[in-house]
């Protein structure tokens, strides 16, 4: 029996399991396979087979973009041909990357296949001169969508809205090319640092302040699906009215908050059942290191994480020893301007499109 007559459910089982870039090498075999392996039915297949191995995403003082699939010391990296000086990894969903460059353009890129589109501005953006914004993006299963998420709210010292405290919500669609407002965020999302939402669990995360007595710190969490706030449990022993100066990412799949305001050891809290304040574990790094610690990046087994350090460069940091030492990548230190995670994958931002 050739592989063309075995039954296209066959053939799914049997191509989900590769690797994409083998699956890429396949589709260049025959037009039958071409075809089979470009089916949205393929490539979610895949997506769900994949065993989600996490990948790092880098961007270099020169503003160039490399990845690392083999995440350990002495890491090989590999540059992606992305023309451009980039400045954020906003975020990441099932292999593809939100990346900002210096012009504050923003694009979504698969950095296996290369492919990438372009996020066009809401035409209900603010006048960046004289406002702040923060994106986030994301994946909603129950209109099948990934969606760009943008907070934005003017800078108090403007003269063109002095008056106006309220955080705008615009919501970008990417299956079908466009923006919308929906209603303004109930919280107050003006932080000391803006920073990218971390997505979790079909919501994007940020740190706010409450807009009750006392403006007391929140996790407010945007649901894609609803497309509305809703506030997430902080953990157990955080200063309620200071933690809106912490950092949230995503560290192992879970929602992450770090404190790195001390003079002594760094706190990690990870939320191991989303939703459940009981379920909030704490670690801290201790060690002496040249530079503070801005975020964490990856996890290297059960014992280690990747850090990203306030000098541009990349440490590991071994919970059960205590230690942290340099990462190398490439023969040598690692120097990084920002990072991310991410999973290989054959979504396209462009077959999402069309």
């Known amino acids: ?66 990845s690392i699939s083999n995440i350990k010391d002495d890491a090989i990296s590999r540059k992606l041909e992305l023309p451009g000086d980039w400045t954020e990894v906003v975020g990441s969903c099932d292999g593809l990357i939100f990346l900002v460059n210096e012009d504050y353009e923003k694009f979504l890129v698969n950095p296996i296949t290369l492919q990438q589109i372009t996020v066009p501005n809401s035409p209900l953006a603010l006048n960046r001169r004289e406002s702040f914004s923060m994106h986030g993006f994301g994946y909603d299963c129950s209109s099948d969508d990934y969606k760009v998420v943008t907070l ?56 706010a302040s409450s807009r009750e007595p006392g403006y007391p710190s929140v996790i407010a969490a945007f649901n894609l699906a609803d497309e509305v706030f809703v506030e997430i449990p902080a953990p157990g022993g955080v200063d309620v009215h200071n933690f809106v100066f912490n950092k949230l990412v995503v560290l192992g799949g879970c929602l992450c908050m770090i404190d790195t305001r001390g003079n002594g050891p760094t706190d990690v809290w990870i939320m191991k059942e989303y939703g459940s304040v009981d379920s909030w574990t704490k670690f801290s790094i201790h060690g ?13 087994g059960d014992e280690e994480v990747v850090l990203v350090t306030e000098g541009e460069t990349l440490v590991v940091y071994n919970r059960t020893e205590g230690t942290l030492r340099d990462m190398v990548v490439d023969g040598g230190l690692a120097v990084v301007r920002d990072g991310g995670t991410f999973v290989e994958s054959l979504v396209s931002p462009a077959f999402i499109v069309a």
């Open 288 to 300: 002496e290191y040249e530079w503070d610690i801005v975020k964490p990046l990856c996890l290297i």
């Open 1 to 66: 029996m050739e592989a063309g007559d075995l039954p296209q459910e066959i053939l799914i089982d049997i191509f989900s399991r590769l690797p994409p870039k083998s699956v890429g090498k396949c589709r260049c075999l025959a037009k039958l396979w071409r075809k089979l392996l470009s089916t949205p039915q393929f490539i979610k297949s895949h997506l769900t087979r994949k065993t989600h191995q996490k990948n790092l995403i880098l961007i270099t003082p020169s503003h160039s973009v490399h």
């Open 152 to 207: 934005s709210y003017y800078d108090t010292d403007n003269e063109y809205e002095p008056d106006c405290v309220d955080t705008f919500v615009d919501v970008y669609s990417v299956k079908r090319g466009v923006w919308k407002r929906v209603d303004s965020s109930p919280f107050d999302h003006a932080v000391p640092e803006l920073s990218p939402g971390a997505f979790v669990n079909g919501a994007i995360h940020w740190l």
